[in-house]
């Protein structure tokens, strides 16, 4: 009997959606948790930039997840190591060194999750055929978009809300984070069963297919840098973003700061409403818009004006800084600019990515936009 084929909409949705939280959950609202929790805004900025370490690197062990076990394999264990991760994160809390113990396991949930990024995409290869990833890509980009202002709006909301109910900013955080525990325990047992099972989905390991890729892997670089102007690439992709990185990192520490220590002193709540879901919306807006104008201008036409968009909207957040206003619309619309001028400008990264070489052996596919943002 032949096996009936999985709807794509039975799994896309969901492994996109898994794709986003946690990324959400260790560069953005860990950051707003140690605010919570009375760690130095020195001491945030510092150690949780470095939690961005394994979404970098992760090129160079991409190569070797089909050594092992199949793409499918990874996705779903990923997902239960995540889930354990956010239940280890929940029940250290409450303890008197959590700073220690949650950063630690916060690592380990960076590791899964980026790994979960790599069997993801490639499973997407896999499962589907060339006109169906190009039909559903929008669909990926759009869930894990979806995720982001669930992680950065709703979970944040709920933490605020938590806080209040429990009285305690430990036990509200550790209520939040046991929920998006469950929630990927739950997505591990849904795609355990949901996800298709391609033939092609296959682990490679033998000795001959393990050489052949890590030459591959060498070559790939080797390659990228022998070709003209190599240099010139790594330059853009490493300052393009620099004022807006300056930035990033101290933006949720600034807007729950008091007034007398520079802050706008908004709520736990109120950060996950205005940073989280009026500035994702900006700069879901502000993408879609880069897009169209790359699309319609060319990418030369409009590198300038997305390079001077990402930089200026920055200057918003000068203006919070020296005037400090309380006004909640005023403050929305600043984040509002700021997110739509990085949605707007970070097309150009986006754009650029599709035409200089990957470090990856894995096929090239259409990129959903990922929040290398906060």
Known sequence: ???????????????????????????????????????????????????????????????????????????????????????????????????????????????????????ADGFYMLALDVKDQALYVGIRSTFYRIATIAGQGLLVMLAGGLEIWTGSIKYGWSITFFVLSGLFIGFCLYHHFILPKPVSDKAVANEGNARAI?????????????????????????????????????INPFLLDPLEKGGLGLTTAEVGLVYGTIGIIGLTIGGIIGGICAARGGLQKWLWPMAWSLSLTCLTFVYLGYFQPQNFFIISLCVFIEQFGYGFGFTAICSTSSIIPTVSTRPPITQSVQPSWH
């Not at 390659?223 to 330059?235: D, E, P, T």
């Not at 973003?241 to 990033?248: D, G, H, I, N």
């Open 214 to 250: 890590f030459n591959g892997f060498l070559e790939t670089f080797a390659s990228f840098f022998r070709k003209k102007q190599a240099g010139v690439a790594i330059l853009f992709m490493l300052f393009y973003r620099f004022p807006e990185a300056q930035l990033v990192k101290l």
């Open 1 to 119: 009997m032949k096996e009936k084929k999985t709807s794509p909409w039975a799994w896309i949705p969901t492994l996109y959606f898994a794709q986003g939280l946690p990324y959400v959950a260790v560069m953005t609202i860990s950051v707003i948790m140690y605010k919570n929790l009375g760690i130095s805004n020195t001491d945030i900025a510092l150690y949780t930039s470095w939690l961005y370490l394994p979404w970098v690197i992760k090129p160079f062990w991409s190569p070797f997840i089909d050594l092992l076990k199949t793409k499918r394999w990874w996705v779903v264990s990923m997902q239960l190591l995540v889930g354990a991760g956010l239940a280890g994160i929940a029940f250290t809390i409450p303890m008197s060194n959590f700073f220690q113990t949650t950063l630690a396991i916060f690592w380990l949930v960076a590791f899964s999750s980026a790994t979960h990024d790599i069997a």
